[in-house]
Nanobody, 118 residues
Framework: VQLQASGGGLVQAGGSLRLSCATS????????VGWHRQAPGKERELVAT???????DYADSVKGRFTISRDNAKNTVYLQMNSLKPEDTAFYYC?????????????WGQGTQVTVSS
């Protein structure tokens, strides 16, 4: 089982990016996927989550600007980030709570850097 995060980069304040979290492997089902971020010197923050039923939740700091969605056919979860601010600069990780041929558990991707310039 692997999670591959991508889509990060450098963007000016007010711009947009879309992150992708692609899962691969012999996965039976995915209960929930989350996006987290960690900036230098700060604790990791849970940014957004989406459940298998499509329920979503967001950190207050990103509500109204970020949207999490999933494409079950592609086994991919997206994080659309609009109206980006310099304080959104961080390393973004995705995790998935899933059931696979090798067992059930919490799996993490390697992350992608998002840098927002002022």
């Amino acid at each position: 089982v692997q999670l591959q995060a991508s889509g990060g980069g450098l963007v000016q304040a007010g711009g947009s990016l879309r992150l992708s979290c692609a899962t691969s492997g012999s996965i039976f089902s995915i209960n929930a996927v989350g996006w987290h971020r960690q900036a230098p010197g700060k604790e990791r923050e849970l940014v957004a989550t989406i459940t298998s039923g499509g329920s979503t939740d967001y950190a207050d700091s990103v509500k109204g600007r970020f949207t999490i969605s999933r494409d079950n056919a592609k086994n991919t979860v997206y994080l659309q980030m609009n109206s980006l601010k310099p304080e959104d600069t961080a390393f973004y990780y995705c995790n998935a709570i899933l059931h696979s041929i090798v067992g059930s558990g919490d799996y993490w991707g390697q992350g992608t850097q998002v840098t927002v310039s002022s």
